[in-house]
T-cell receptor, first 113, second 112 residues
Framework: KAGVTQTPRYLIKTRGQQVTLSCSPI?????VSWYQQTPGQGLQFLFE???????NKGNFPGRFSGRQFSNSRSEMNVSTLELGDSALYLC????????????FGSGTRLTVV | SQQGEEDPQALSIQEGENATMNCSYK?????LQWYRQNSGRGLVHLIL?????REKHSGRLRVTLDTSKKSSSLLITASRAADTASYFC????????????FGTGTRLKVLA
């Protein structure tokens, strides 16, 4: 059974650019959540999707957005990148909305220069 | 703001010893989960305990939950070098939305 796949693994972008990260959940999992992890702030909740609907959103500016497709794959987009957006972005999927625990991907390491 | 706070922030023990880490949270919960993260990689789900449970075991792991004190503890018995990792608790909020918030983590180092 394939795990949660996140692409790309590493990314270097310039301030002001935009970036799209992809997450393919475990087959059959309909809930996908995104987290940002930085040394200073720890794991911060970005948003959660269930059956293509955004159910929950964290306290991030509108530059952070996401979506989920009918096959449960999810993307998140960050526009007008800032240096502070440098982080490990983690995607997690669950059979139901986290009720039975999440399976995490290995993350995308984004560096903004 | 963090829903959960782990204590201690860092812990260093010898192989074979037990490791205990604690998590305190602020609001009522449906369940609490513990995760392990190795060196900046993805998190691995260890155990989930529901609000109506007081103790749960999984292999060398023992988790307790005290909802009156809004706290949980994770005990790893007979630790191994491979247990070296960061450990996080995650809690939802009783709003039915299943939005999980992670604590600040405990960095465990097991010395061989």
């Amino acid at each position: 059974k394939a795990g949660v796949t996140q692409t790309p693994r590493y990314l270097i972008k310039t301030r002001g650019q935009q970036v799209t990260l992809s997450c393919s959940p475990i087959s059959g999992h309909r809930s996908v959540s995104w987290y940002q992890q930085t040394p200073g702030q720890g794991l911060q909740f970005l948003f959660e999707y269930f059956s293509e609907t955004q159910r929950n959103k964290g306290n991030f500016p509108g530059r952070f957005s996401g979506r989920q497709f009918s096959n449960s794959r999810s993307e998140m987009n960050v526009s007008t990148l800032e240096l502070g957006d440098s982080a490990l972005y983690l995607c997690a999927s669950s059979l139901r909305q986290g009720e039975y625990g999440y399976t995490f991907g290995s993350g995308t390491r984004l560096t903004v220069v | 703001s963090q829903q959960g706070e782990e204590d201690p922030q860092a812990l260093s023990i010898q192989e074979g010893e037990n490791a205990t880490m604690n998590c305190s949270y602020k609001t009522s919960i449906n369940n609490l989960q513990w995760y392990r993260q190795n060196s900046g990689r993805g998190l691995v789900h260890l155990i989930l305990i529901r609000s109506n449970e007081r103790e749960k075991h999984s292999g060398r792991l023992r988790v307790t939950l005290d909802t009156s004190k809004k706290s949980s503890s994770l005990l790893i018995t007979a630790s191994r070098a491979a247990d070296t990792a960061s450990y996080f608790c995650a809690t939802d909020v009783l709003s039915g939305t299943y939005k999980y918030i992670f604590g600040t983590g405990t960095r465990l180092k097991v010395l061989a």
